[in-house]
Structure formats: structure tokens, C-alpha cells
């Protein structure tokens, strides 16, 4: 068993911790000068006082889904300028295998010094797991989202009716497999929320997602287009791909992700550990931007601006009116069935959307146990203490005049899921022996 300190987590990648604390919060009203700027929204920036961020740049990365809003609303709407930070760019990212690549190089080699990226990936970067058997030192710096993936299926198999229980297809998969067929399903990438849900939608129905069918990882924006070629039997990812696969006649929702694990977490905001750790004044200042963003994009009174926004060529280049009926809680699921005022709508502030619960990142590791990837010996809770940046988020809460917003605990307490299991934070030990998951 390997513990993880801050410190050992950073020399273990060859990369110096630095001491230098965050300093107080507060920040004086006399100390912001008001700016003014196309698209910006109140924006001020840092003048001469002890908490100026340290460099007025980073280059953070994205993939084109709705989860990423919060980063490009934050760069549209002038809140990086808000804080100082007029030179942050933000970069879109053709799949999360590039901003993985990004983001092992960082921005001195030409990479990337943080951004949107899966959950799950964080700590697959901090342990080497995907990077090339190198630690990458990374922070969880805010959780972008809640909700906002789903399960989808092609047309043909409307007469099937699947909905939470995958069951019917599974006479399907054993007719395919009976012709010498390859039975095909897409994630946007391994050991993400995306795979383990398609898996426990699988698994309910009794079919195996290891014998049954080939997992295969694409990028989202690949989806539909693959779904429509007839080369998979069903995808899950976020949206807007969903959507789009309805209004396109291509295929239908057989779940929003939402109604397997309401609430549950998903995307992140990250930093490479080094880039923080020598600039802490600007990751808060471009912390407590995102955390701004994230405010702005869940009221509902932005949403039709927002969906303009990111229908913008250099975002998601997704037409408005595919992602707006889903990001309001109206969800056609293209099947006949149609929900308005979905609880399982994204959540990108509310219901503490944005603070990064470790009892959630603890929930991934587990997971990743449960399916075989990682020991059951593993010590989770010294690697999750190095890596989420819990405290960071609680700074920034409080600078942008949000302390009230901040959780009494780092753990939500029990959750439920579809499938009758619960997982507990103060004894995951539970969970992990009342799985059903095949190990490998």
C-alpha cells in the first residue's frame, strides 16, 4: 500500500512542492478597477496589492460538450479579465486523449496548464495510469457539473423499448454474436462515468460487458455520425451528442445518466500542480472565475445566451437549438417519450454542484476496484488528499462572495443508485462486496 502526501505526490514526478501558502481572500474593493470590454460582464481587474495574480495567462483545454461551459463562458463573458486574467485562452481539444496529451507536456513544452477534463482522469494522470507510466501532479480545483450524460441506441431498435432496463437487448447481442457479428458500444474514454454507467446499464439487463459486447472509445463529436453508419449498437456520453442523435432521426435515449445516479458528479476543473504551485495568486483568481461562470451558466435567465455562445464556431459548433431544450430540463428522448422540468437537468452551481466532494473522487477510485482496474488495497485517501484542492475551492468560493455556498463536510454521505446498491463514504467497503461487476 503507497501513501500519498502533497509533497511525495509532487517529487514522485519530479516537480518541487512549493510552501508558499494562498494568502487572506478578502479582497478590498478599492484594490479592482473597473474595466470595460466587448462581452464582458462587470469585469475589474487585480491592481497593486498582495493578492495580484502572479501572470496574467494559462492555456486551459476543453472538448466540445456542455459540460465545458463554465470555462468558455468564463473566457466569453470577461470574467478571467474579472479577475485578472485577461490572457487566458482556451483551447478546444479534439478528444481526451489529446487534452491528456496536452496536459502531460504542459504549457512549457507547448501542452496545456489545466482545464475540463473526466472526472476519473485526474487521478489516472496523478498515478501515471495514462500517461505513460509517468505521475502527472495534478489539482482538482471545482467540479464543472452534475448530470448531463446518457445512454443512446439507433433507431431500429425502437421496438425494443428500452429505457432503464437494457434487458431486451440482450436476445439482440446473442443473435449478433451467434452470426460471428462484433457487437459494438462507444465511451468517450476508459474508466470514466460514461463507461461505468454504460456498464451498469448492461449488467442490470444480464448482459456482460466484457464477454457480450466491445467497448470502444471515441470521441463524442464521432458519435453520431459512427451510430449512423450502423458501426455500434449503442454509445454513452454527454450531451448535446444525444440530442443531436434525435433531432438528426438517427437513434433514441435510452436513459439520461441522471436517472441511474441522480445528481451524480462528472466533469472537472484541473491544474497541473506545478502551474499552481508557482502561481497561486492566479489559479484562485482563474478559479474564482470558472466558480462565476458556473453561477452564470445555471441561471435560467442565460441560458438562451449561453447556448448562443457556445454554438460559436471556436466552442462547441453545435447549432443552439440542439443543446438549449436539454440545458432548460426539457428532454425528448426520441422515442415518444418526453420529460419537461427533468430534476435530471445539468446542474453547474446548484445542489453544490461546483465544490469537489472527495467523497466523490473516493467513489471513483472504488469503482475503478470494482471492476477489476485498481487493488482493493489501494490507499485512496492518501492519494485523493494530495490531489483535491478542496481548500483552494473554499478560497475562491469566499472571493467572489459565495462563503455561505461552502459544504460543512468533504463527503455528500450515502449515495443510491438504479441498480439497488448504495455507496457509503464511511465504509465503501460495503459497496465494493455487494458488487455484482465481473473482475478481470
Same mark, same amino acid.
Given at each position: 500500500?503507497?501513501?500519498?502526501?502533497?509533497?511525495?505526490?509532487?517529487?514522485?514526478? #519530479?516537480?518541487?512542492?512549493?510552501? /508558499?501558502?494562498?494568502? =487572506?481572500?478578502?479582497?478590498?474593493?478599492?484594490?479592482?478597477?473597473?474595466?470595460?470590454?466587448?462581452?464582458?460582464?462587470?469585469?475589474?481587474?487585480?491592481?497593486?496589492?498582495?493578492?495580484?495574480?502572479?501572470?496574467?495567462?494559462?492555456?486551459?483545454?476543453?472538448?466540445?460538450?456542455?459540460?465545458?461551459?463554465?470555462? !468558455?463562458?468564463? /473566457?466569453?463573458?470577461?470574467?478571467?479579465?474579472? &479577475?485578472?486574467?485577461?490572457?487566458?485562452?482556451?483551447?478546444?481539444? @479534439?478528444?481526451?486523449?489529446?487534452?491528456?496529451?496536452?496536459?502531460?507536456?504542459?504549457?512549457?513544452? %507547448?501542452?496545456?496548464?489545466?482545464?475540463?477534463?473526466?472526472?476519473?482522469?485526474?487521478?489516472?494522470?496523478?498515478?501515471?495510469?495514462?500517461?505513460?507510466?509517468?505521475?502527472?501532479?495534478?489539482?482538482?480545483?471545482?467540479?464543472?457539473?452534475?448530470?448531463?450524460?446518457?445512454?443512446?441506441?439507433?433507431?431500429?431498435?425502437?421496438?425494443?423499448?428500452?429505457?432503464?432496463?437494457?434487458?431486451?437487448?440482450?436476445?439482440?447481442?446473442?443473435?449478433?454474436? =451467434?452470426?460471428?457479428?462484433?457487437?459494438?458500444?462507444?465511451?468517450?474514454?476508459?474508466?470514466?462515468?460514461?463507461?461505468?454507467?454504460?456498464?451498469?446499464?448492461?449488467?442490470? #439487463?444480464?448482459?456482460?460487458?466484457?464477454?457480450?459486447?466491445?467497448?470502444?472509445?471515441?470521441?463524442?463529436?464521432?458519435?453520431?455520425?459512427?451510430?449512423?453508419?450502423?458501426?455500434?449498437?449503442?454509445?454513452?456520453?454527454?450531451?448535446?451528442?444525444?440530442?443531436?442523435?434525435?433531432?438528426?432521426?438517427?437513434? &433514441? =435515449?435510452?436513459?439520461?445518466?441522471?436517472?441511474?445516479?441522480?445528481?451524480?458528479?462528472?466533469?472537472?476543473?484541473?491544474?497541473?500542480?506545478?502551474?499552481?504551485?508557482?502561481?497561486?495568486?492566479?489559479?484562485?483568481?482563474?478559479?474564482?472565475?470558472?466558480?462565476?461562470?458556473?453561477?452564470?451558466?445555471?441561471?435560467?435567465?442565460?441560458?438562451?445566451?449561453?447556448?448562443?455562445?457556445?454554438?460559436?464556431?471556436?466552442?462547441?459548433?453545435?447549432?443552439?437549438?440542439?443543446?438549449?431544450?436539454?440545458?432548460?430540463?426539457?428532454?425528448?428522448?426520441?422515442?415518444?417519450?418526453?420529460?419537461?422540468?427533468?430534476?435530471?437537468?445539468?446542474?453547474?452551481?446548484?445542489?453544490?454542484?461546483?465544490?469537489?466532494? /472527495? =467523497?466523490?473522487?473516493?467513489?471513483?477510485? !472504488?469503482?475503478?476496484?470494482?471492476?477489476?482496474?485498481?487493488?482493493?488495497?489501494?490507499?485512496?485517501?492518501?492519494?485523493?488528499? @494530495?490531489?483535491?484542492?478542496?481548500?483552494?475551492?473554499?478560497?475562491?468560493?469566499?472571493?467572489?462572495?459565495?462563503?455561505?455556498?461552502?459544504?460543512?463536510?468533504?463527503?455528500? %454521505?450515502?449515495?443510491?443508485?438504479?441498480?439497488?446498491?448504495?455507496?457509503?463514504?464511511?465504509?465503501?467497503?460495503?459497496?465494493?462486496?455487494?458488487?455484482?461487476?465481473?473482475?478481470?
Amino acid at each position: 500500500m503507497v501513501a500519498f502526501s502533497r509533497r511525495q505526490f509532487l517529487t514522485a514526478a #519530479g516537480s518541487a512542492l512549493t510552501a /508558499k501558502a494562498l494568502s =487572506s481572500c478578502s479582497t478590498p474593493s478599492s484594490a479592482l478597477r473597473q474595466t470595460t470590454g466587448t462581452g464582458a460582464s462587470a469585469q475589474a481587474y487585480y491592481v497593486g496589492h498582495s493578492d495580484t495574480p502572479e501572470t496574467t495567462t494559462a492555456k486551459l483545454g476543453f472538448l466540445s460538450v456542455v459540460s465545458g461551459a463554465p470555462l !468558455i463562458i468564463a /473566457k466569453a463573458k470577461g470574467f478571467f479579465d474579472k &479577475y485578472g486574467m485577461p490572457d487566458v485562452r482556451v483551447l478546444k481539444q @479534439a478528444s481526451w486523449a489529446t487534452l491528456r496529451d496536452q496536459l502531460v507536456l504542459g504549457s512549457g513544452d %507547448g501542452g496545456l496548464d489545466g482545464g475540463h477534463i473526466l472526472s476519473s482522469m485526474v487521478y489516472l494522470l496523478a498515478t501515471g495510469e495514462i500517461s505513460f507510466k509517468r505521475p502527472i501532479p495534478v489539482y482538482l480545483l471545482a467540479r464543472l457539473n452534475l448530470n448531463g450524460q446518457g445512454i443512446s441506441v439507433p433507431n431500429t431498435y425502437q421496438n425494443l423499448k428500452l429505457g432503464l432496463d437494457s434487458t431486451p437487448l440482450k436476445s439482440i447481442i446473442a443473435q449478433k454474436k =451467434s452470426l460471428g457479428e462484433t457487437v459494438r458500444c462507444a465511451v468517450p474514454f476508459p474508466r470514466c462515468t460514461a463507461d461505468f454507467f454504460l456498464r451498469w446499464w448492461l449488467e442490470k #439487463g444480464g448482459i456482460d460487458p466484457y464477454r457480450d459486447i466491445s467497448l470502444v472509445t471515441m470521441p463524442p463529436p464521432q458519435m453520431v455520425a459512427n451510430m449512423r453508419a450502423g458501426s455500434m449498437e449503442a454509445f454513452s456520453c454527454v450531451d448535446p451528442w444525444h440530442q443531436r442523435l434525435v433531432k438528426q432521426g438517427v437513434g &433514441y =435515449s435510452t436513459v439520461t445518466t441522471g436517472e441511474l445516479w441522480n445528481n451524480h458528479p462528472e466533469k472537472a476543473f484541473i491544474g497541473r500542480a506545478d502551474w499552481v504551485d508557482k502561481y497561486p495568486n492566479a489559479a484562485r483568481a482563474m478559479l474564482a472565475a470558472v466558480l462565476e461562470a458556473q453561477i452564470w451558466c445555471d441561471q435560467p435567465e442565460n441560458k438562451e445566451e449561453m447556448v448562443k455562445i457556445l454554438a460559436e464556431r471556436q466552442w462547441l459548433d453545435v447549432p443552439a437549438n440542439v443543446m438549449l431544450d436539454r440545458l432548460q430540463g426539457k428532454f425528448d428522448y426520441g422515442n415518444g417519450r418526453v420529460v419537461t422540468n427533468s430534476p435530471h437537468v445539468v446542474k453547474y452551481w446548484r445542489d453544490n454542484a461546483s465544490y469537489p466532494y /472527495k =467523497s466523490h473522487d473516493l467513489w471513483f477510485l !472504488i469503482e475503478d476496484m470494482r471492476w477489476g482496474y485498481r487493488s482493493p488495497d489501494f490507499d485512496a485517501k492518501s492519494l485523493i488528499d @494530495a490531489v483535491n484542492r478542496e481548500d483552494l475551492w473554499r478560497e475562491a468560493a469566499t472571493l467572489i462572495g459565495q462563503k455561505d455556498a461552502i459544504p460543512s463536510s468533504t463527503s455528500r %454521505g450515502i449515495e443510491k443508485f438504479f441498480n439497488g446498491l448504495e455507496f457509503d463514504p464511511e465504509n465503501p467497503q460495503i459497496y465494493l462486496n455487494s458488487s455484482k461487476a465481473i473482475s478481470l
